[in-house]
Structure formats: C-alpha cells, structure tokens
C-alpha cells in the first residue's frame, strides 16, 4: 500500500496570522503524509494548530505558504472526497435523524430511492436504529454526535477528518463511539480510505490510531511521529500499550537523558537513590495552571516565589518535581511548559491523574514499592514495614518523609491505597504491571 502515490501530502505549510497589528505564525514548516489505510492521529495541546491544519488539508483555507497534494495532485479549493467531523456536530433541529442524514446525500444530488437506504443502514450502523424519526432535542450529546458521524459517513469520504470528535462528550458515549468508529474502520464496512484524527488526549490517540503525529505550540510545528504497531481491538492494560503511552509521554516531556541516568536508581540496585522532593500534588498543579496562563507558557523562576507567594525553597523543590515528571523545562533561571506539562494543565481530573500515574511509575522508587506490594500477600504491607526498607537507603527523618511523599502521590495517581487505621498500604485492585 506505502509503494503508490500517498493519499494526502502536506508539503513545508506555513499559516500565518494577523490578529490586530500583530503577525503570528500559528503553523510553521509541517510536513505530513498520510497513506491509504492509515489511521493517524494529530496530537498537542490546545492551539498548536491542529484545527488550522484540517482547514488546511481540506481545502477549507489555504495556507500562507506551501503545498497540499491529494492524490499527487495540487488541491484546488474545497476538497470534494474529504469530510470534517467537528467537536460538536450541528444538526438541524427541525429535522429528523433520517433527514439530517439524508441531507448531505440530497445536496450531491442522490435520488431518494439510494439516499434513503443508505442513510437508513448508516444510522443503523452508528448504534441509532430505532431513531431514525427522532428530533435532535430528543437526543443526548453522544447521540447527537453518532448522527454527525453517520452523516459525515454517508458522502462516503475517501479521507475522514475528525477535529476533537469525542471531547465534548461524556466518558461513557465517547467510549462506545470510539469503539463503533472503530468498528466501522476495521472490518473495512466504510469505503474510507483514510482517517486523519485531532486529539488533545493521549490515550484516546494511542487507542485509535495507526501512527500518531506530535505537535507542539508557539509556533504549531510538528515534533514526532511515533507508530503503534497494535492490533485492534486494544487492551488499554496491557504492557505494550502502557509501554507506547509511556512513549508518547517521553516525547511529549521532551526527554533527552536516559532513564537510568535521570531518574536514577531504586533501592537495592546500583547508583545513587534518588529521593522524592517533598512536594504536595495540589502546590504542583498550582505551578502548572499559573504556567499555563502565561505567555508563553514560561515565567522566570525568581518571580515565582511572588507570584505564588511560596518561599524559593518551596519554588525549587516544586520546580524539581515538574521537571521530574517531563512537566517543565528549566533552562537560565526561566521554567517552561512542556507539551506534556501543557496537556496536564488542560486535562480532567481523571486524565490528570492517569498522566500523572504513568509519569510517577517510571521513577525508581514508586517502581519498588509497587514491586514490593506486589510481591506481598494480598498485595498489602504495613508503612511500617516500607519504613524499615527505606531506612536502609535514607536516614530515619528522611525515610519518613519518602514514605509520605510516595503515599500521597501513589493515592493521588490511584496506584496505592493507604488505610490510616491500621497504617496499611494496598495496591490498588486494577491489576497494572510494571514494565521494567
Ligand atoms: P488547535 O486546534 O490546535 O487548538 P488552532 O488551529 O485552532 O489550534 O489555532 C492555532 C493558533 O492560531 C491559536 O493561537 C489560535 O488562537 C490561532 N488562530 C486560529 N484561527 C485563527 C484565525 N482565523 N485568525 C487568527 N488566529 C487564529
Ligand atoms: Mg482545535
């Protein structure tokens, strides 16, 4: 398949924008080819360009500068076998499920007698039969959503964009629309030949796609391309797809060191034990949204102590921890944002804490107490029991103070349960492996 002419090539795109008097380049030099058959996925965080590259490669807008080639051929306006499935798809509400379907087949001049059946199997195939003569009003967001992609469907586009298309729905309807989806790509029922997917969220990106395409922001710029050599359906707990995440992350952190030399040791192996800063999981996520909201995603650190009104000691022992966990870099007195940093600040809570679980499992420390958890009966032991074990790394204060660090950040991450009556420290019941 990888040997003819790719379906869609964007070739050296820049976007620059005027907002006022001010120029800004909000896409600068990507470069991307997407092959028949593949499923890729745009992922970074908010702003980086994402949306202004589906307008792009659609034809919707043309860029300030560089080519998009379909089918080897320049793109001449609106792209007629391409269809943008947007965050939130809007319906008409005086329509119904059929006729909202039906629409986008009548505008292409599709004689009833082939639009209805078609518009009829594709509603069915989405997971709304039986609401074919509902009105919008009478729908939850998820199957608001399910109609937009059946309609999207329908025109049976060769290249399927989706800009964000599960983000504005609750847990449990983005999750059965991504298993449809799904569905419909891999057993081939969809004559689309391609999908192109914008996604802010990790996971969902390492789930769906074929091969995931890292963007990062100020300027929009592409940062990695990254494969994932799963088959479908997935298993989100398995090693190799926490393996790929980890991944991802890696690249978002923008990690240059090995792990072994960053991280350094755990007890009982070679090297220096490195210990955990001292650091509530609120404070750092303070340091993270206050990063966030300035320009750049940077500050200087020296004006952090104001800022947050923390003493420096505090500041440094933050600004540590961010930088440990691939959620800053600090460079010449200034803290930045990374991509993973940003894409914290802007998650949910649970994403939040999912990130911050894989982040947390790579270090040395949290590796070998889950690794002791796990080799104990019932996957539990007294704190007192981890005490002793760390004492034989750290003077007895310090060992006290590691022990509640990895408590609080393991209950925050729900990789520990801790149970103060009895002073008990549980692995949480999913059974997640280490990769070691
Ligand atoms: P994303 O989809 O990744 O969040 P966008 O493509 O929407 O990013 O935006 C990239 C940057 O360009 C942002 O800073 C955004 O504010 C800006 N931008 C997007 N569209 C326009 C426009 N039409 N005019 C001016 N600025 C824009
Ligand atoms: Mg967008």
Not at 176 to 181: A, D, I, K
Request: a negative charge; hydrophobic letters at 40%.
């Amino acid at each position: 398949m990888t040997n003819g002419t790719p379906l869609l090539e964007l070739k050296h795109i820049h976007q620059i924008y005027t907002s006022g008097t001010r120029k800004f380049t909000a896409v600068e030099d990507v470069n991307l080819t997407v092959q028949e058959g593949e499923y890729v996925a745009l992922l970074g965080p908010s702003g980086c360009g994402k949306s202004t590259l589906l307008r792009i490669l659609t034809g919707l807008q043309k860029p300030s500068e560089g080519m998009v080639l379909y089918r080897g051929q320049p793109l001449e306006g609106v792209n007629p076998h391409a269809t943008i499935v947007f965050q939130t798809f809007a319906l008409f509400p005086w329509l119904t499920v059929l006729e909202n379907v039906e629409l986008a087949l009548k505008a292409r001049g599709i004689p009833p007698s082939i639009r209805t059946p078609r518009a009829l199997d594709l509603i069915d195939r989405v997971g709304l039969d039986g609401f074919e003569n509902a009105y919008p009003r009478e729908l939850s967001g998820g199957m608001r959503q399910k109609v937009g992609f059946a309609r999207a469907m329908a025109v049976e586009p060769e290249l399927l964009c989706l800009d964000e298309p599960f983000s504005a729905l609750d847990v449990l309807s983005a999750e059965s629309l991504r298993g449809e989806l799904l569905e419909l790509w891999t057993s081939g029922s969809i004559p689309t030949k391609a999908i192109l997917m914008v996604s802010h969220n990790i996971e969902e990106a390492v789930f769906m796609a074929d091969r995931i395409v890292i963007m990062d922001k100020e300027p929009g710029r592409i940062l990695a391309e990254l494969e994932i050599p799963l088959a479908h359906p997935r298993q989100r707990q398995s090693d190799e797809f926490r393996a790929l995440i980890d991944d991802v992350y890696a690249l978002l952190a923008g990690q240059t060191q090995p792990e072994s030399v960053e991280l350094g040791a755990a007890p009982g192996e070679i090297g220096r034990v490195r210990s955990l800063p001292d650091v509530h999981i609120g404070d750092l996520t303070g340091l993270l949204e206050h990063l966030a909201e300035k320009p750049g995603d940077r500050d200087d650190i020296y004006r952090l102590t104001e800022e947050l009104t923390l003493d420096s000691d505090h500041v440094l022992r933050l600004t540590e921890t961010a930088e440990l966990l691939g959620f800053v870099t600090v460079a010449k007195g200034d803290i930045e944002l990374t991509p993973l940093g940003e894409t914290f600040a802007e998650a949910s809570i649970l994403a939040r804490k999912e990130i911050f679980a894989s982040r947390i499992r790579r270090l040395p420390l949290v590796r070998w107490l889950i690794g002791m958890l796990q080799r104990a009966e019932k996957h539990s032991l007294k704190s007192e029991v981890v005490k002793v074990a760390l004492e034989l790394e750290f003077p007895p204060e310090e060992a006290g103070k590691q022990l509640e660090t990895l408590i609080q950040w393991g209950r925050y991450a729900e990789i520990l349960a801790y149970d103060d009556s009895d002073e008990e420290i549980y692995l949480e019941s999913t059974p997640e492996k280490v990769a070691v």
